[in-house]
């Protein structure tokens, strides 16, 4: 059972930043992720990443803002989020997926997730 990590949710005001943290015991997979769930929405992905050439895609709501980064030798990743908005608020989960078909940000392509936590932006 592959177990993903997560740390580093909080609360911050409009405009702050916080950095997700997620770990993962193996580092087999093809993308590596993140999602998020507001109350009452369905999930999102927010960014994927094809580990082997490290190909990017980004929701529109967050570039610019957010971004993703990997420590492989740590087989870690993270979520660097700046210039937060109330509309940000929502639960994280870090994700990972083996199959190749990964990078359209579809909940339904990864198999592997983190527990979630949570992030609030207060206006």
């Known amino acids: 059972q592959v177990q993903l990590v997560e740390s580093g949710g909080g609360s911050v005001q409009t405009g702050g930043s916080l950095r997700l943290s997620c770990e993962y015991a193996?580092?087999?997979?093809?993308?590596v992720g993140w999602f998020r769930q507001a109350p009452g929405k369905e999930r999102e992905g927010v960014v994927v990443t094809y580990t082997a050439s490290r190909t990017t895609t980004y929701a529109d709501s967050v570039k610019g803002r957010f971004t993703i980064s990997q420590d492989n030798a740590k087989n870690a990743m993270y979520l660097q989020m700046n210039n937060l908005r109330p509309d940000d608020t929502a639960v994280y989960y870090c994700?990972?997926?083996?199959?190749?078909?990964?990078?359209?940000?579809?909940?339904?392509?990864?198999?592997?997730w983190g527990q979630g936590t949570q992030v609030t932006v207060s206006s």
């Open positions: 994700a990972a997926a083996t199959r190749t078909r990964c990078l359209r940000r579809d909940p339904i392509d990864f198999s592997y």
């Open positions: 193996t580092y087999s997979f093809v993308c």
